[in-house]
């Protein structure tokens, strides 16, 4: 009897298994009860703009997802215009603080790599989405669809050829696992690009309501960089000129104030705010704002959930005013402490100091230039409480303006004194809190680079006349010495772009894509990036998990890494 208790209860333990096996099989099985695949997700004209939000999302990671200096790397920081002060006590051995440091595992040109190529990956499904018989787009909307995912699959590219040379061309979406890219030419994707803009200059819209969409400006002013890496300066005149002249929409240069705060009698250390204080206040950066010089601007909201990237997701702060400005806040040796930080101050925490070339070398011949007035350059900090005569110092009251002569230790200048380029931060925090009251759109591009752009063609051309009278246009505005022909040189352009575009530009860009990385570090850098740079670091390393993951193909390494 036992025996046959046992047997009855094994097989009811066996069929109790398979049941349970099965049920757990069916469990499993996914059965998408929608109906929702990858043929028929994107139909709608709505379903497509929602597909390319993601790629203004992904523009986002440009200016907000991390919180030190890497968020800035790419507008010049380790280049000839700026530092990371902050590394160099840390680690004075990191990559981007010593150059010899940069290889094929270096961060920063992985997610360089990472950043573009996710943009790519949104602009191609869109793209791929267009061409669907299922979708339900008429021919208007198909054709301005495509234009501003190819705008932005162009921007993605054009990131990535200046930085690495010729990369892979992915034109379209990869269903299927791949592991046999291999590099394109420049020259075959710049003309990949170059074919991208001028659909995006024929479809993309002038105008539109929408803050940080694309327009037509847009992609004329990428073509008309893009026409100048190929030496076709007449095409990127002609590109530049549509922006300019107004083809493309009404932009011009702002020489009034506007704003937000134009009716604040505000002064900074006693010398009134102007028009280009104006440009960089928090809701004044958009074009829907009046802001009739804003081409293209990263978009970021306060207390609203995807205002921003890693700190906070929802945009209650940036960390731009926090990376460039010095924490003289703390300066103790001056009688300031923590408590002593204001909303006028801000909280800066000095990761990223400007080189002397920035804060003082480009000023030389612009006397009376606002941009470099107290206004938009503090650089005036006052002693927090009396400090007593010491050491052959003397004496000084809480209230006196600290002298350089008291700037002693390497800390004193390179973390709590030094030009706050008032662009990067505000005096008129939200809610009052100046540590995290702060949220600003970015520019991309503004009207100035613009005229930059131009200028840089007519020099290559030969025309120093035409190129001064673009730059004039700039320093017109700026209230500074007007520029002869025969000072135009393309070192003035870059300087001209550093008084106007600090902190803007790709500044990394712009060095790679004329060859200057490794001369114009040399002469402006920070002592360490002098010491270290060579000829190989005017393009980036493949990142060696790409190489590593491509076991199909072999994805050539560049030279020096």
């Known amino acids: 009897m036992q025996t046959?208790?046992?047997?009855?209860?094994?097989?009811?333990?066996?069929?109790?298994?398979?049941?349970?096996?099965?049920?757990?099989?069916?469990?499993?099985?996914?059965?998408?009860?929608?109906?929702?695949?990858?043929d028929n997700a994107l139909i709608t004209k709505?379903?497509?703009?929602?597909?390319?939000?993601?790629?203004?999302r992904q523009l986002q990671y440009f200016y907000n997802s991390t919180d030190g200096w890497t968020d800035f790397w790419h507008l010049g920081v380790n280049f000839d215009v700026a530092a990371t002060t902050t590394v160099y006590i840390a680690d004075p051995n990191a990559p981007w603080v010593n150059y010899t440091k940069i290889n094929s595992q270096d961060g920063q040109s992985a997610k360089w790599w990472n950043w573009n190529y996710t943009m790519i990956k949104y602009a191609n499904t869109v793209i791929a989405g267009i061409e669907n018989p299922l979708a339900k787009l008429t021919a208007a909307e198909k054709n301005a669809l495509a234009a501003e995912a190819r705008f932005l699959r162009a921007w993605g590219y054009r990131n990535l050829v200046i930085a690495f040379g010729g990369v892979p061309i992915i034109a379209g979406p990869v269903t299927a696992p791949k592991v046999d890219f291999t590099r394109n030419t420049q020259a075959e994707c710049y003309d990949f690009i170059k074919k991208d803009l001028i659909f995006a200059s024929a479809n993309l819209p002038i105008s539109t309501t929408v803050p940080g969409k694309v327009v037509r400006a847009a992609s004329d002013h990428l073509l008309a960089e893009i026409n100048i890496i190929l030496k076709d300066y007449d095409g990127a005149i002609a590109a530049a000129t549509k922006v300019i002249n107004g083809t493309d929409g009404p932009y011009s240069l702002m020489n009034t104030r506007f704003g937000a705060r134009r009716t604040e009698n505000t002064t900074t250390r006693g010398t009134p705010v102007d028009y280009y204080w104006d440009l960089h206040e928090i809701n004044n950066t958009d074009y829907q704002m009046g802001n009739r010089e804003?081409?293209?601007?990263?978009?970021?909201?306060?207390?609203?959930?995807?205002?921003?990237?890693?700190?906070?997701?929802?945009?209650?702060?940036?960390?731009?005013?926090r990376a460039y400005w010095c924490r003289h806040w703390l300066f103790a040796k001056a009688g300031l402490v923590a408590a002593g930080a204001s909303d006028s101050v801000g909280?800066?925490?000095?990761?990223?100091?400007?080189?002397?070339?920035?804060?003082?070398?480009?000023?030389?011949k612009s006397a009376g230039d606002i941009r470099n007035s107290e206004a938009n350059i503090r650089r005036k900090f006052y002693f927090g409480a009396n400090i007593a005569a010491a050491g052959g110092q003397p004496a000084y009251k809480k209230g006196d303006l600290i002298p350089k002569s008291f700037l002693t230790a390497y800390e004193d200048t390179m973390w709590y004194i030094y030009p706050n380029w008032t662009k990067f931060g505000t005096d008129k925090h939200a809610d009052g809190n100046f540590i995290n009251g702060y949220t600003k759109d970015q520019y991309v591009m503004r009207l100035p680079e613009t005229y930059?752009?131009?200028?840089?063609?007519?020099?290559?051309k030969g025309d120093k006349a035409s190129a001064a009278a673009d730059i004039n246009v700039i320093r017109t505005r700026a209230k500074a010495p007007l520029a002869t022909a025969n000072e135009i040189t393309l070192d003035y352009i870059l300087d001209e772009r550093v008084r106007e575009l600090y902190g803007e530009e790709y500044r990394m860009l712009t060095l790679m894509r004329l060859g200057l990385v490794f001369?114009?570090?040399?002469?402006?850098?920070?002592?360490?990036?002098?010491?270290?740079?060579?000829?190989h670091n005017n393009l980036l390393p493949i990142p060696q998990g790409e190489i590593d993951k491509n076991n199909g193909a072999k994805l050539t390494q560049n030279p020096g890494y």
């Open 519 to 535: 001369d114009r570090v040399k002469k402006y850098g920070d002592v360490n990036q002098r010491a270290s740079v060579a000829a």
């Open 294 to 321: 804003a081409i293209w601007v990263a978009q970021f909201e306060r207390n609203v959930p995807g205002g921003g990237i890693a700190f906070p997701t929802q945009g209650n702060w940036m960390i731009q005013g």
């Open 46 to 56: 709505s379903q497509f703009d929602l597909a390319l939000n993601a790629c203004y």
């Open 347 to 364: 909280r800066g925490a000095s990761f990223i100091r400007g080189t002397t070339y920035t804060n003082w070398d480009i000023w030389s």
């Open 4 to 38: 046959l208790i046992k047997k009855i209860a094994a097989f009811i333990l066996v069929i109790s298994f398979l049941a349970g096996c099965k049920k757990d099989a069916e469990f499993l099985t996914e059965v998408r009860r929608d109906g929702l695949t990858v």
């Open 452 to 460: 930059l752009l131009r200028a840089e063609a007519y020099l290559a």
